[in-house]
């Protein structure tokens, strides 16, 4: 089905341990306004293609966001992605906008999370100290921009309602009409 309902899509990105999945796992089990959707769900080998930007897979992803919002309600994407990745696919006309938001922390609250969660891994670690710094540090110079949630002091409740305002702020934006914060 060719999605005929355009709305926004909110795509939640950030390094491996910096707090995204915890926090949008509670976004999801709290809002009602929108639909939160873990793009890991479907990861498979076959999508590792980072010389195309991992095409099919973002291709994938947009076509079940604007799917997923024929109900009437916006869709918030998490997973590790960066705006050139999707503002350049065929599916972007589907959206009426993209928001790129960036869960950051620092590096000494990274690699305590690692820890935390058993990644022992040294490229996976590196990788994700990298992206991490990369994002801090362009986010804003990115085309959209992403903007940037730093997480290191807050509990993953405290970001989660972080990030709602963050959306219900861009929603009021787009449609003039507010959800309850």
């Known amino acids: 089905m060719i999605p005929t309902r355009k709305g926004p899509l909110f795509l939640v990105t950030g390094a491996s341990c910096a707090g995204k999945s915890t926090l949008c796992e509670v ?10 959707l873990e793009s890991d769900l479907l990861w498979q080998e076959r999508y590792n293609t980072p010389e195309d930007g991992y095409a099919a897979y973002r291709n994938l992803w947009m076509r079940i966001c604007a799917n997923v919002g024929q109900v009437g309600l916006p869709v918030v994407l998490c997973g590790c992605a960066l705006p050139e990745q999707f503002e350049t696919r065929e599916e972007r006309e589907f959206f009426t906008q993209i928001h790129y938001l960036a869960v950051v922390c620092s590096g000494e609250e990274l690699e305590k999370r690692m820890d935390k969660r058993g990644v022992t891994d040294a490229g ?8 991490n710094r990369w994002l801090v540090e362009n986010a804003a110079s990115c085309q959209p921009g992403i903007a940037l949630l730093d997480t290191t002091g807050l509990t993953p409740e405290e970001g989660a309602e ?11 934006g787009e449609s003039g009409a507010s959800l309850a914060v």
């Open 162 to 172: 972080q990030a709602h305002r963050w959306i219900v702020e861009r929603l009021a």
């Open 27 to 36: 976004l999801f089990q709290k809002e009602k306004g929108y639909v939160v």
């Open 124 to 131: 996976w670690r590196e990788s994700s100290r990298q992206f």
